[in-house]
């Protein structure tokens, strides 16, 4: 029972909570992006051992907003362009809030109709802005790498079944199954193989921006003979390339294989006319794997698992209880995805897309890709320094030229400064520091503080002039 002082927690806690929220959104494009402290910084300042008596719940939220602020790494700035990590939207922020509030386990249909009706019309939404076949099945998952996961396992069935294997049996006896990928396969979809039983793929080769090599794939599938599934890429994440989804997929129907495609960001580039050169075929695939808490910028975590075949899905993905109220003709939200519990992790999509509408998706998705544009265009003017991809969409490697070790000072120098923060990698065979403009808020003004910031970092590091 909430009484009157329970009552009353939950209001000072919450009361408590909004005002670190909205001090930490004020200060989050000023101070430096990176943390002041590190893990061990951070531990010192907490209390190690457990405690014997409770504390109230708003000196709870008081203690550890004050014990994580110099470990919090500004990842919702507009200058943050490490790894790929989308900001939040306002409507997608505080609908998260609302999820938790509400605290909706949004496996089941039947005991959970708003979350459940909410999420239904963000995956139909999320279809139709994708281009991607009325009727799909979507599953509500923590990321891109868990959506692969999905994908694949509801891949290698489908496939073994029209080979006349029932999956059922478990893998034990099935018959040899093949996969292939492009060499520049996210690490995400390697880990997803595993974890499905199918072991690492087959790669093909890629060309010099990571884009499959279509020859490669059709020689490959030429020489096996039994089921199939290929792994393609919408987004490689240093080039920001993507397959010639039209070629891999005529290819790949030609040995009736499952098409999977891993657009953890770059399906985005679906939603946008101006990019449409970057998805043609795309929507013919068989599954794909997409990240809302990328591109769309909804708060952490939510990944999509989008299947063609819905029955497919569910009959790999789908879970059956006595106790679990189904109703007969339409799955449930679990039957989309490997758990039975979840968040409802599709309202802050929901949030997200109609505080954008269309348009906004649109503007959304091209703005990131004109700032990245920019920064690229920005960066070739900066003497030592050079763009190393194609900027086709979101991702920028740059360099020093010549000068690797340069590069990789470059890196350290701007992360510590922190203006910016951008992640350091290698890429054909190249140290890189690599932009990934994922913020909906990064702007020109971003653009030309960042270009100032590498100008600053390349000047003291006498990149260019040695
Ligand atoms: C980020 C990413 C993934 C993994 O997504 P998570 O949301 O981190 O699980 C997979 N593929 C690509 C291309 C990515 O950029």
């Known amino acids: 029972m909430h009484d009157a002082t329970m009552k009353e927690q939950y209001r000072l806690a919450l009361e408590a909570a909004h005002e670190h929220a909205l001090r930490w959104l004020d200060g989050v494009d000023e101070r430096p ?75 089941s249909r039947q005991p959970t109709p708003a ?5 239904e019309v963000a995956a139909a939404w999320l279809v139709d802005i994708l281009g991607l076949p009325a009727g799909s099945g979507v599953g509500f998952v923590t990321g891109a790498t868990s959506a692969n996961l999905s994908c694949l396992v509801v891949a290698r069935d489908a496939v073994l079944r029209r080979a006349g294997y029932d999956p059922a049996a478990g893998l034990q006896r099935a018959p040899a199954l093949a996969w292939f990928a492009g060499d520049a396969v996210h690490t995400s979809v390697l880990l997803a193989g595993r974890i499905a039983g199918i072991g690492a ?15 490669g794939l059709a ?27 039209a070629a891999a997929v005529a290819v790949a129907r030609e040995h009736d294989a499952w098409v999977h495609v891993d657009g953890a960001f770059g399906l985005w580039a679906a939603a946008s006319p101006r990019l449409g050169h970057l998805v043609r075929g795309l929507a013919d695939a068989d599954s794909w794997a997409t990240d809302a808490h990328k591109t769309l910028n909804v708060p952490y975590d939510c ?10 899905m569910t009959a790999s993905l789908g879970a059956h209880a006595a106790y679990l109220p189904a109703v007969a003709s339409i799955s449930d939200p679990y039957d989309r995805v490997p758990e039975l519990s979840r968040r409802a992790r599709g309202v802050p999509v929901w949030a997200a897309l109609r505080s954008l509408g269309r348009r ?41 030229k010549d000068d690797d070790a340069g590069t990789a000072a470059l890196g ?40 100032d910031a590498v100008a600053r970092g390349a000047a003291a590091l006498g990149i260019g002039v040695r």
Do not use: K
């Not at 793929?201 to 020859?215: E, K, L, N, S, Y």
């Not at 599938?221 to 397959?243: I, M, N, T």
């Not at 990944?303 to 497919?312: K, N, Q, W, Y």
């Open 303 to 312: 990944g999509v698992a989008i299947v063609r075949d819905e029955a497919a």
């Open 412 to 451: 350290e120098w701007l992360r510590d400064e922190g203006t910016v923060w951008a992640s350091s990698s290698t890429w054909q065979g190249r140290t890189v520091v690599r932009f990934a403009v994922s913020n909906h808020a990064t702007d020109a003004d971003d653009v030309r503080r960042t270009v």
């Open 360 to 400: 906004g998706v649109i503007d959304l998705v091209d703005g990131l890709v004109d700032a990245a544009t920019a920064l690229a265009d920005g960066f070739r003017t900066l003497p030592g320094l050079e763009v190393l991809n194609d900027v086709v969409f979101t991702q920028v490697c740059l360099a020093a």
């Open 219 to 245: 020689r490959a599938l030429a020489a096996h003979d039994g089921p199939a599934v290929v792994a393609l890429q919408a987004g490689d994440v240093h080039s920001g390339a993507f397959d010639d989804f």
């Open 115 to 119: 979350t459940a009706a909410v999420e």
């Open 33 to 107: 992006i990176r943390p002041d402290l590190d893990v061990d910084g951070i531990l010192a300042r907490l209390e190690r051992t457990l405690p014997e008596n409770g504390e109230s719940a708003e000196r709870v939220v008081d203690e550890l907003a004050e014990a994580s602020g110099p470990g919090l790494m500004a990842m919702g700035s507009s200058r943050f362009y490490g790894f790929v990590i989308g900001g939040t939207l306002p409507a997608s922020l505080a609908a998260d809030w609302l999820v938790s509030t509400w605290d909706q386990n949004t496996g």
């Open 201 to 215: 793929p087959t790669t093909v080769g890629a060309d010099d921006q990571g884009r499959i090599d279509v020859d």
